[in-house]
């Protein structure tokens, strides 16, 4: 089964920083990668899917890029809602995966 | 309103079983693939189980499979997942979850999610 491995583990971040999240995969997955937004008991939420497509109504400080093995996730200036545990996931084939997620913390 | 709401979940004994729900509404649920992923406490996000529209395509994690058995009713605008044989590690909040598209499984949709709880 194709594995996601995410890091940094731990971000510790100000409000306005850039922010860089790496996911890599155990073999090429294509473009079949999504990034999720999750918040301390509430359920995950979609921010980008297909590497570097946008979901609807996701600001558009969230960017996604790469291919093949290597994608990151980028928050081009941090905000307060932002400070929050991350989460890749491929979904290339039928046993999809999820990163062991990344959680940006206030400096 | 678009929503996914999951019901059933409890404590249950080692070995017990438990049937969870998932009631889909404000969507055309039929024509969507759906999902089941859970977090244990304190931990990641883990694919449980997938199942397309029609019900013609079915997805086990290797963790799970020949213990539950994910299905669905679309007359009922419905999801479930039928555990059995579990176990302390299937602890878990259990989430429902649609994809956007057939048999692509990420998920544009979530469930609140239902605590499992699997104690003696």
């Known amino acids: 089964d194709i594995q996601v491995t995410q890091s940094p583990s731990t971000l510790s971040a100000s409000v306005g920083d850039r922010v860089t999240i790496i996911c890599r995969a155990s073999?090429?997955?294509?473009?079949?990668l999504a990034w999720y937004q999750q918040k301390p008991g509430k359920a995950p939420k979609l921010l980008i899917y297909?590497?570097?497509s946008l979901e609807s109504g996701v600001p558009s400080r969230f960017g996604g890029s790469g291919s093949g093995t290597e994608f990151t996730l980028t928050i081009s200036s941090l905000q307060p809602d932002d400070f929050a545990t991350y989460y890749c996931q491929h979904y290339s084939g039928y046993s999809p995966s999820f990163g062991q997620g990344t959680r940006v913390e206030i400096k | 309103e678009v929503q996914l709401v999951e019901s059933g979940g409890g404590l249950v004994k080692p070995g017990g079983s438990l049937r969870l729900s998932c009631a889909a509404s404000?969507?055309?649920?039929?024509?969507?693939?759906m999902s089941w992923v859970r977090q244990a406490p304190g931990k990641g996000l883990e694919w449980v189980s997938s199942i397309s529209s029609s019900s013609t395509y079915i997805y086990h994690a290797d963790s799970v499979k020949g213990r539950f058995t994910i299905s669905r009713d679309n007359a009922k605008n419905s999801l479930y997942l039928q555990m059995n044989s579990l176990r302390a590690e299937d602890t878990a909040v259990y989430y429902c979850?649609?994809?956007?598209?057939?048999?692509?499984?990420?998920?544009?949709?979530w469930g609140r999610g239902t605590l499992v709880t699997v104690s003696s």
């Open positions: 073999q090429s997955i294509s473009s079949w």
């Open positions: 979850a649609r994809s956007p598209w057939e048999l692509l499984f990420h998920f544009d949709l």
């Open positions: 297909k590497a570097s």
């Open positions: 404000g969507f055309t649920f039929s024509r969507y693939s």
